[in-house]
């Protein structure tokens, strides 16, 4: 596919460093390298806020990002280039001893969230596809779920990710009792449209597999998260926002029980830094509203506000489905605060973050509510308002991706850019 020729050229300098790291790291002793890993305790990767404790698991990665040292995963995803030894040497661990691997997975969970504490009222543990054995091996689930309790008594919300396409009945049932009073199964679904989400996001999951993830998390007694996108790369702020909408409608008639938003945010390899890299200043690009200076990249503030309140306004019977991603809304935020300051649309625009704010915290949108008016009549939002009735919606994707493909094939590849670029018309026939 066109989309992970593009995404392996990104990440061409991670998948060189990586094969440097674990081709270190396999050759050690494997006691040495788990001492190495487990050595490192002042490495906290776990956040706590009121709401939620996360934990993020370390392992060998995202099967999916990570394919036997080529990296080609979601192109809207980074977790990975800032901890690549990290990876590497789990990768080499596991890959020379399998249950001084799960032994390292579980001591560096314990070195983060502690060895048997209270838990918080929500834990989240988030590896990248803690259902999928290659990440999660069965002696790691083992060690992590079945050698002893991770916390003092059961917590309230015990919150676990993975991908759709790893959820079945029989993985599920081995941890019905085990963790959470309530247990809630996080998944990425991202957009409703099948076409995008694998031959432009490269997410790699079916239909298919998101409608029987929620039906078997359902049948098991576990409660269904599909985690979607404000924002996709590659598209301007009008078609997010109508996607949004068609993906919010088509997961919440599909039965999942929440239905978790994150923000585009600019950072390391991914497609969304790409264009803010190498496009940011383009024409072709800047026309079609998919790229815009140093916005670049990040959904806009009006995009995000408009796509909480239509929940709020016009989905209200849904509004306790929808979640605000606590990993990704945070640094959205701060981003955006530090992208106006000095800005004379400032204030309005930090009128809006405070509500998201509250919103986000409280679960209290009276302030959303109260600053609608304020919003519609100032001046910076009949601005954008204009700018997305110049745009083009949804019926026009075919063609805005069109013209990305075209401009990201000429940059990547100069010499043979016809050659990549007709892959990609030629996948776009089978855009539905
Ligand atoms: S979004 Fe999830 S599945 Fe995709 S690369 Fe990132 S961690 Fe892996």
């Known amino acids: 596919m066109f989309i992970e020729e593009v995404i392996s050229r990104i990440w061409q300098p991670v998948t060189n460093r990586y094969k440097e790291c674990y081709d270190e790291a396999v050759r050690c002793n494997p006691e040495e390298l788990y001492n190495n890993i487990v050595s490192d305790m002042n490495k906290k990767n776990n956040t706590t806020d009121k709401w939620i404790n996360i934990t993020i698991l370390e392992t060998s990665g995202c099967p999916h990002c990570n394919r036997n040292g080529i990296f080609l995963g979601c192109s809207f995803c980074d977790y990975f280039s800032r901890n690549i030894a990290g990876y590497a040497k789990m990768a080499a661990l596991n890959k020379i001893d399998s249950n001084l691997y799960a032994k390292a997975v579980r001591r560096k969970f314990e070195q983060q969230r502690g060895v048997l504490v209270d838990p918080g009222v929500s834990e989240l543990i988030s590896g990248h596809d803690c259902l999928n054995p290659e990440e999660l091996t069965d002696e790691a689930f083992d060690e992590m779920f079945n050698q002893g309790n991770l916390f003092n008594r059961k917590a309230m919300f015990f919150y676990l990710e993975t991908r759709a396409s790893s959820i079945n009945e029989k993985k599920l049932a081995k941890l019905k009792g085990k963790i959470g009073r309530k247990v809630v199964i996080e998944f990425g679904a991202e957009v409703a449209n099948e076409w995008i989400r694998n031959h432009w996001l490269n997410k790699g999951i079916t239909d298919e597999n998101i409608y029987s993830a929620i039906e078997n998390i359902r049948r098991i007694g576990f409660f269904s998260n599909a ?21 919010f409608d088509i997961l919440d008639t599909a039965g999942a029980d929440y ?107 009276s302030e959303l509510i109260k600053i609608r008016k304020e919003v519609l009549d100032s001046s910076y939002y009949n601005e954008y308002k204009r700018r997305m009735e110049n745009l083009q919606g949804k019926e026009g994707i075919q063609e805005t991706f069109s013209t990305v493909a075209e401009e990201i094939s000429k940059k ?11 892959i990609f018309k030629s996948e776009l026939l089978e855009y539905k």
């Open 227 to 247: 985690n979607i996108l404000i924002g996709i790369p590659g598209m301007n702020g009008r078609q997010s926002l109508e996607l949004f909408k068609d993906t």
């Open 259 to 365: 239905i978790l938003c994150s923000p585009l945010i600019r950072q390391g390899y991914t497609m969304q830094n790409y264009l803010f890299q190498e496009f940011r200043d383009n024409p072709t690009l800047i026309e079609t509203g998919v790229t815009r200076g140093n916005s670049t990249g990040l959904p806009e503030i009006f995009t995000v506000f408009d796509a909480i309140f239509w929940v709020i306004s016009e989905r209200s019977e849904s509004l306790k489905k929808l979640i605000l991603g606590p990993v990704f809304f945070p640094p959205y935020l701060n981003f955006i605060q530090n992208l106006y300051k000095g800005d004379p649309n400032e204030i309005i625009v930090n009128k809006v973050l405070l509500a998201i704010e509250k919103f986000n915290e409280q679960r209290d949108y």
């Open 412 to 422: 990547m590849w100069p010499e043979q850019w016809r050659t990549k670029f007709e």
